[in-house]
Nanobody, 127 residues
Framework: QVQLVESGGGLVQAGGSLRLSCVGT????????MGWFRQAPGKEREFVAA????????WYRYPVKGRFTISRDNAKNTVYLQMNSLKPEDTAVYYC????????????????????WGKGTLVTVSS
């Protein structure tokens, strides 16, 4: 069983920055690919970014590429999402998720490829 807890969300003005954190339990955290997803009101959950177990590879949804950076610290069982140049359309609940079966990770087209999820943290970007 893997538990994931996100933090770092909040209200920020357009153009501002936030850093989300996700702490995971379990000794095998370093072997999981990790991802960030988001869900805006009335919309489906969508992929944002992912990172493989060793941080060698990362993937990003096109609209956030160049603005968001995913990283991880396996010694702290933590994955991060640094979000810069935020836009009102980035407003959503952001979820951390783990893929325990494919350490190599990928661009996750389907959110149900992930095995475990956090409860989410709300990011609101005002214009």
């Amino acid at each position: 069983q893997v538990q994931l807890v996100e933090s770092g969300g909040g209200l920020v003005q357009a153009g501002g920055s936030l850093r989300l954190s996700c702490v995971g339990t379990g000794r095998s955290f370093s072997t999981y690919a990790m991802g960030w997803f988001r869900q805006a009101p009335g919309k489906e959950r969508e992929f944002v970014a992912a990172i493989n177990w060793s941080s060698d590879y990362t993937w990003y949804r096109y609209p956030v590429k160049g603005r968001f950076t995913i990283s991880r610290d396996n010694a702290k069982n933590t994955v991060y999402l640094q979000m810069n140049s935020l836009k009102p359309e980035d407003t959503a609940v952001y979820y951390c998720a783990a893929d325990t079966n494919h350490p190599s990770g990928s661009y996750y087209e389907d959110y149900y490829d992930m095995d475990y999820w956090g409860k989410g943290t709300l990011v609101t970007v005002s214009s």
